[in-house]
């Protein structure tokens, strides 16, 4: 193209955007008039709009993914990630500076949407975006994927090891976890975070780097809410699996193959059962016992945690039926409650019921609840069904107490009754003076409330006399006994009572 011809495109350019081309038509077609009469307004009037269509159509570039933003966040969007990935791989072997690719997705958001309404959840995205950026460097690039999740590419680096990537999960999830205030309201939000380091990634590819944080995002959630995960070349055989065992679990729960087992607790004043724990169980035919952690993602994939609640619910009262006829003394027994199941406005009427049925006492059904709920949960469903059951006469057990963060003030608005001091706490406390001082510290704080006690996790002979000498009420643990099935609960009980008197009595520490 010469030049003269370039700089008529230029000017017939702009003179056909927008109001330049209303005043552009008149002197145009009185312009053909003059030079051509009739004649020439008639080839004016026929050619005139197709000649501004195609310089219009010419002027117009295409949207790329380096371009395109997110209408809520204005972040770029996943193309953006996976292009700036593929560029950094590409430089590599020039630069040998390499990336790494992370995937952040906030716990528990549909429920924080049906709590507080979508435009708290819209509020909340937007605010968790600004914080992404503010918490990485100027070019790292923070890109928005489906609904609470968003992808990050690390502009190159020296390095990026594993422990890079965990400090920086790390310093993502502290950004994340500040309050949100939203009409007044506090609302704190967690996040779990997937990554993949240059080292293990499938393929060198942006979008196998991104596919590959993905997927360890997937495990991240199987294990919690706040999990960090990296991708493992294991993952995506996991993935397959979970979701093979998601189209079967719906038949395992309804034929019987998913049911709980017992764990005792024994009380360390006298060495009697106290309670025991039910603890979900897959007896696959096939892969043979499954552990809640292998199967509880395919559960939760298929949408089936509250007919898990249900099925484990029925046989534990089963089981206590069972045991009354057979003489046996178990005063408690304690279940597990999922976040969707508490957030069931009719969960409170349906123990009852399940309650009259097998008529038992409500004092012998606990509901275990995380303490991280206690902690999250506002004037909520959660909070009226917890006050509700308490005052139905359950007992309500704080579990995995010392790993959250609620406060004296929730305990007590919930009615707690009893802590469960976490595993972390009691491992080697027989032998570790910071250990003892911390569940001494513990202790002290749940007798001053009137806070019934008990350890989980208890491994050795050693911690269990130390818990008991600090005054610890409960134990629970291999050093008492594994989660055994109920058919073997009747044998273990009476060899239990048997061995008891054998015993040697363990004593409390008195000053």
């Not at 070019?139 to 994927?145: C, F, I, N, P, S």
């Not at 959630?221 to 294991?234: E, K, L, M, V, Y």
């Not at 007798?447 to 002979?461: M, P, Q, W």
């Not at 600090?470 to 609960?489: E, K, N």
Request: glycine letters at 8%; proline letters at 4%; a negative charge.
């Amino acid at each position: 193209m010469t030049q003269d011809a370039t700089t008529l495109t230029t000017v017939m350019r702009s003179l056909t955007k927008g109001s330049n081309l209303v005043s552009l038509l008149p002197i145009l077609t009185l312009l053909a008039y003059w030079l051509g009469g009739e004649t020439g307004l008639i080839v004016a009037v026929a050619t005139i709009p197709a000649v501004v269509t195609g310089l219009r159509t010419f002027e117009k570039t295409p949207v790329t993914a380096e371009r395109a933003r997110d209408g809520l966040t204005n972040l770029p969007l996943r193309g953006a990630a996976v292009q700036m990935l593929e560029q950094i791989i590409e430089a590599e072997a020039k630069t040998g500076r390499v990336t790494a690719c992370l995937v952040i997705e906030l716990d528990g958001f549909k429920h924080i949407c049906d709590m507080h309404g979508p435009q708290a959840g819209e509020k909340i995205i937007a605010a968790a975006a600004r914080r992404l950026e503010d918490a990485m460097r100027d070019h790292d690039l923070v890109a928005r994927l489906d609904g609470p999740c968003f992808a990050i590419a690390l502009a190159p680096l020296r390095t990026a090891d594993l422990e890079t990537l965990i400090q920086i999960s790390s310093r993502i999830q502290a950004a994340i976890a500040e309050p949100y205030s939203i009409d007044a309201t506090k609302i704190y939000v967690s996040a779990s975070v997937g990554f993949c380091l240059p080292s293990r990634a499938p393929a060198r590819s942006g979008a196998a780097f991104l596919d590959a944080a993905e997927r360890a995002l997937l495990d991240a959630q199987a294990n919690g809410a706040g999990a960090i995960r990296s991708f493992t070349n294991g993952s995506k055989a996991r993935d397959t699996e979970t979701s093979e065992l998601a189209m079967i679990v719906g038949d395992a729960l309804e034929n019987g193959e998913i049911r709980p087992w017992f764990q005792p607790q024994l009380s360390t004043d006298t060495g009697k059962i106290s309670g025991f724990e039910a603890l979900a169980r897959w007896e696959h035919p096939e892969k043979g016992l499954l552990m809640p952690g292998d199967f509880l993602g395919a559960i939760s994939e298929a949408g089936l945690m509250e007919r898990l609640g249900e099925v484990m619910l029925y046989h534990s009262l089963c089981a206590i039926q069972t045991w009354d006829k057979a003489g046996l003394d178990v005063p408690t027994v304690s279940v597990n409650f999922s976040n969707e199941e508490l957030a069931n406005p009719k969960l409170v009427t349906k123990i009852r019921w399940e309650l009259d049925r097998f008529e038992i006492d409500p004092k012998r059904l606990t509901i275990e609840v995380l303490e991280n709920v206690v902690a999250n949960s506002g004037e909520d469903t959660i909070t009226r069904n917890i006050c509700q059951l308490s005052e139905l006469g359950c007992g309500i057990d704080l579990d995995d107490f010392g790993t959250g963060h609620a406060s004296i003030a929730n305990i007590r608005r919930f009615a707690v009754k009893r802590i469960k001091i976490d595993r972390s706490y009691v491992t080697k406390c027989d032998v570790d003076r910071g250990q003892q001082d911390m569940l001494a510290a513990i202790l002290t704080m749940a007798e001053r409330i009137d806070l019934d006690t008990l350890a989980e996790g208890v491994e050795t002979v050693g911690e269990h006399s130390m818990l008991s000498q600090l005054g610890c009420r409960h134990v629970q643990g291999f050093s008492v006994s594994r989660a055994i099935c109920f058919a073997d609960t009747l044998e273990w009980m009476q060899n239990h009572h048997e061995k008891l008197a054998k015993a040697p009595r363990l004593q409390r520490k008195t000053g």
